[in-house]
């Protein structure tokens, strides 16, 4: 069974920028059959998703983040990256990464535990 | 704000059913499938349902989808203490570009 662990600074300061990294164990991460995103959850809030990245580095943003958002990949380490600037309160937020598998249609599985970063001022 | 509108809460009682509905537009679930996912209290979301009403393996039978035109349900049977979650429908929006999820649906047992 695939398991994904985030790993980061739990805090960020206003206007710096995010860095997150998901590392992949338990499954070939080199697999044309999956993306690799990030979704995040504000604090009693729903789930948004902010992007994708595949084994190769082809990337998917979610429009309304695009701007700020950069996820690259490391086949090397089976470990891809979020990197979000000029961070706001309203980034504060649990970031979970999670695998996105792909038939006719598309759904998140496994996913990782999640990781609260809070942006402070 | 989401593009997809779930019920904020429903309940029974155990052993009952529920439905929760997921109400989109035809450049979401109209022409995308959905899947569902079940955040337990203070977990990440657990994958139920894809491709609108099928299960992966592990997931009982008591966890079943649907979809009718611009509109998702998911249904639980046999209600348990467990199952008392945030349950979350989502799916590609094609004008947006992007992965779109529900509101969220809390379900409460009686």
């Known amino acids: 069974q695939p398991q994904l662990q985030e790993s980061g600074p739990g805090q960020v300061k206003a206007s710096e920028t995010l860095i997150l990294t998901c590392t992949v164990s338990?499954?070939?991460?080199?697999?044309?059959?999956?993306?690799w995103d990030w979704i995040r959850q504000p604090p009693g809030k729903g789930l948004e998703w902010i992007g994708s990245?595949?084994?190769?580095?082809?990337?998917y943003y979610n429009p309304s983040l695009k701007s700020r958002v950069t996820i690259s990949v490391d086949t090397s380490k089976n470990q891809f990256s979020l990197k979000l600037s000029s961070v706001a309160a309203a980034d504060t937020a649990v970031y979970y990464c999670?695998?996105?598998?792909?038939?006719?249609?598309?759904?998140?599985?496994?996913w990782g535990q999640g990781t609260l970063v809070t942006v402070s001022s | 704000q989401s593009v997809l509108t779930q019920p904020p809460s429903v309940s029974a009682a155990p052993g009952q059913k529920v439905t929760i509905s997921c109400s989109g537009s035809?450049?979401?679930?109209?022409?995308?499938?959905v899947s569902w996912y079940q955040q337990l209290p203070g977990k990440a979301p657990k994958f139920l349902i894809y491709d609108d009403y099928n299960r992966p393996s592990g997931i009982p039978d008591r966890f079943s989808g649907s979809k009718s035109g611009t509109s998702a349900t998911l249904g639980i049977t046999g209600l348990q203490t467990g199952d008392e979650a945030d349950y979350y429908c989502g799916t590609w929006d094609s004008s947006l570009s992007a992965a779109v999820f529900g509101t969220g649906t809390k379900v409460t047992v009686l």
């Open positions: 999670a695998r996105q598998a792909r038939g006719p249609g598309y759904w998140f599985d496994p």
């Open positions: 990245v595949t084994y190769s580095g082809s990337t």
């Open positions: 035809s450049s979401n679930i109209g022409n995308n499938y």
């Open positions: 338990g499954v070939s991460f080199s697999s044309s059959s999956y993306y």
